[in-house]
């Protein structure tokens, strides 16, 4: 399923904690800081730095064929089989999921691979799963809004679910086309859109209701996942888990992401979406993973659910996509062409 952020009680339901962060909490070289004090992009850095020890965890990430199957059915949605590229670059990477599952996927075949990050957290993780599936990737940190890349370096560039955390996506996009060469491709997957997001906050929301409902009868209370300061994290955890809401800047309507693309002088550019009850489903089981006591579910457990879960997503592209306005659907995916000069 799609990486996005998991699903979090109420805010009445968490606590509220004041304090100021420590080096020793956060990485070695970061200063303490106030997150109050932190404009959007540092709390992006540090609450991914915060993220990256458990990310691949928390979003079941891995490199076989789950994920593989994954990341190449997102690309070959918009990329033809037999597409050759030089030089590519995943921009807000994070763990290298979508670049790395690419290449172990062959669609990036003779390929060198580059990832680019805020989060050197993020980064040093991403490199580590480079050379353990035998890759290697060579990560840089930088600002999707400022890539610290030369112009027309690139012949494919990638990202997957990182535009709606940047403050300004057209000046990444802007970025982006400055780095690609003439003829580079771009490919945006996993971004949500506005409507399939406001779809799925409401099954979100009911299932944490009735999850809450069902477990406050006596006896079964056990069943809750512990707050992160009874399973043994500090105010400072609390405080970067707290992030989570702040880090989520945007939503998007498939068609104003194909006029950002034309803005900023891309041609060919097209929007495709996916996941309408795939997506419903997804967000009602990772509810309630991310509600219920780890360890009680299993891999019963998860093998149905990803059952389930591919089952919905071909009966949304085989059927419900004729039928279906493109808006509804929770993600989409953004292909575009650099054009030649002239």
Known sequence: MTAQPLPVPDPQDRPTVDVVLTGDQLGEGVASVDPRSLDVKQKQAIYHDWESRTYEDKFSISYDERCIDYARDR???????????????????GTGFFLINLALGGCLEGAALN????????LEVCARNGAENGFDVAVREGDAEALPHDDESFDLVIGHAFL?????????????FRILK???TLVLAGEPTELGDRLSWAVKRNTWRAFRAVTSVPG??????????????????????GLEHEVDLHTFRPKDVEKMARLSGFGEVSVVTEELTAN????????IEGAVRPGLLGPRWAFAAFRGYLALQR??????????????????ILHARKPYPG
Do not use: C, Q
Not at 280 to 287: E, Q, Y
């Open 280 to 287: 419903w489903f997804g967000w009602a089981v990772r509810t």
């Open 220 to 241: 079964l209370a056990e069943l809750r996942r512990p707050s992160i300061r009874e399973a043994g994290g500090s105010a400072n955890d609390e405080v970067l888990a």
């Open 182 to 184: 003439p003829g580079g």
């Open 75 to 93: 690309f070959r949605k918009v990329v033809p089989e037999g597409a050759g590229f030089g030089d590519v670059l995943e921009v807000g990477a």
């Open 315 to 332: 009966f949304d592209d085989d059927w419900l996509t004729r039928v279906v306005p493109r808006e509804a659907f929770y993600n989409l």
């Open 164 to 176: 709606h955390h940047l403050p300004v996506p057209g000046a990444a996009l802007n970025e982006m």
């Open 115 to 122: 990832a680019t990050d805020l989060s050197p957290g993020m």
